[in-house]
């Protein structure tokens, strides 16, 4: 029998399902703040700076989130954090509505980023050491799938409190202590990972949840490579320096960046500013973010058909060079003066569409796939800080460059990054579709495979 053949896809959705909530919460947080935007801008008095700092505040939290949660991942548990992450969710969303000055509207955004890099790490890592081989793929789609539900759940609060007096941001905020909880009590009922679970030395409650996934034969063979590609004595900073690892580091540190320089979470933030600089009105500009986010989830549907079967490098390289043609096409409209309306709403679509459908469920699968079992919470912190790093830069300068420097300077800079991004996959990403976690850990430190990566 196969290993398709034997997987439980009803307990394996459920799973990945869990986790993939936290991206619900990932999504909601980084998109609330942007009808909350013109709100708290007037509340607190902003310059474009203070703007800039009122929306990235969260992503520096998500610096120190993501840095601490790899390490205590592979100490104490993926599932543990995650009902922590949970929890911090619901304090910070309350603690930001209530914010009496800026400074304290800060620090609660702060402190909010630190849950949402916490689940940017933990959340696509136990989807990914829960899903067999053939449709991982799919499930870490499930991540990205939620986090677009998020943005789209927080535009519509934006939008339907719109007109709710001088405290609409408030509520706004308070809001996302309802998704908090549902993410919480899922993860309740959720089992740690089994890779962790033999990272432990828990051998049979890892076998039991393996066989549970894809039959006794399949977790038989499971169990014993997943436990000859530990490391006991590894379990620290140097496993990281071990064979194979610099290139696998190379790699993900080069996504983590231009994923971000590509300007996703720029057009994400400061969409309905984007649309009133091309003419729209606040409320038809509150109500385009909605295209904005049907844009994303149909997209995201649409990688669930061709993640597992095209594979991650033909998704990257497609989808950078489609994101990087829109932003040189709405260069061309700042400088010809057709920067307005229908045009852009347009142009700005279609970018989103190559990023849903090509660039956002690859990232999350990929990075989580290509570090060891041993030392993977570890690993990933790297990538994930270095991604939240980069998104906060570029959200902090959006408004200015956007403002001050020029609308085609920035959107010129964007396409280059967008044009760089592919040509660093088509050169460097080795594809890892069908294969399992230790056979990718292999390859790393094979040099035969490490060759012919280069020409997949």
Not at 158 to 164: E, G, H, K, T, V
Not at 210 to 220: H, N, P
Not at 242 to 255: D, E, H, N
Not at 302 to 308: E, G, Q, Y
Request: hydrophobic share 55%; proline share 4%; with cysteine.
């Amino acid at each position: 029998m196969s290993r398709t053949e034997s997987i439980n896809l009803r307990y394996v959705l459920f799973l990945a399902c869990t986790a993939a909530l936290g991206g619900l919460l990932f999504g909601f947080d980084i998109a609330i703040i942007t009808g909350a935007g013109p709100f708290i801008t007037r509340h607190f008095g902003l310059s474009d700076l203070g703007l800039g700092w009122a929306f990235s505040s969260l992503l520096f939290g998500c610096v120190f989130g993501s840095f601490a949660s790899g390490r205590l991942a592979d100490r104490y548990g993926r599932k543990p954090l995650l009902q922590i992450v949970a929890v911090l969710f619901a304090l910070t969303s309350i603690a930001t509505a209530l914010a009496p000055s800026f400074t304290a509207f800060i620090i609660a955004r702060l402190l909010g980023g630190v849950a949402v890099g916490g689940v940017s790490l933990l959340s696509p890592m136990y989807v990914s050491e829960v899903s067999p081989p053939s449709i991982r793929g799919r499930m870490g789609t499930l991540y990205q799938m939620s986090i677009i539900v998020g943005i789209i759940v927080s535009y519509g609060i934006n939008f339907m409190l719109r007109n709710a007096g001088p405290a609409n941001w408030r509520w706004m905020f308070a809001s996302g202590v309802v998704p908090s909880a549902v993410f919480l009590a899922c993860v309740l009922l959720a089992p740690e990972s089994p890779r962790f679970l033999a990272l432990k030395g828990k051998r049979e409650e890892a076998f039991g949840l393996l066989e549970r996934i894809s039959g006794k034969q399949v977790a038989q063979a499971q169990v014993a490579e997943i436990e000859a590609s530990l490391h006991k004595n590894q379990q620290n900073w140097r496993g990281l320096l071990r064979p194979g690892m610099s290139r696998a580091f190379s790699v993900s540190i080069g996504l983590a960046i231009l994923i971000h320089f590509s300007g996703i979470n720029t057009v994400i933030d400061y969409a309905p500013a984007i649309f009133q600089s091309a003419g729209w009105k606040v409320d038809g500009a509150l109500a385009s973010t909605f295209l904005v986010g049907i844009t994303e989830l149909v997209f995201t549907i649409v990688s669930l058909w061709f993640i597992d079967s095209y594979g991650r490098k033909p998704l990257y390289v497609v989808g950078s060079a489609g994101m990087a043609l829109c932003l040189l096409a709405m260069v061309w409209a700042v400088v010809t003066g057709h920067f307005y309306g229908g045009l852009v709403l347009v142009l700005i679509l279609s970018y989103l569409a190559f990023f849903a459908a090509c660039i956002g469920p690859v990232f999350w699968t990929l990075v989580p796939e290509i570090f060891p079992n041993d030392i993977r919470g570890m690993a990933m912190t790297v990538p994930v800080l270095v991604q939240w790093v980069a998104n906060a830069i570029v959200v902090l300068l959006f408004p200015y460059a956007f403002h001050v420097i020029g609308k085609a300077f920035t959107f010129g800079v964007l396409a280059l990054m967008a044009m760089a991004q592919g040509v660093f996959t088509l050169l460097y990403v080795p594809e890892t579709k069908d294969k399992t976690l230790e056979e990718i850990e292999k390859s790393w430190s094979d040099p035969v495979v490490v060759a012919v990566s280069k020409t997949n």
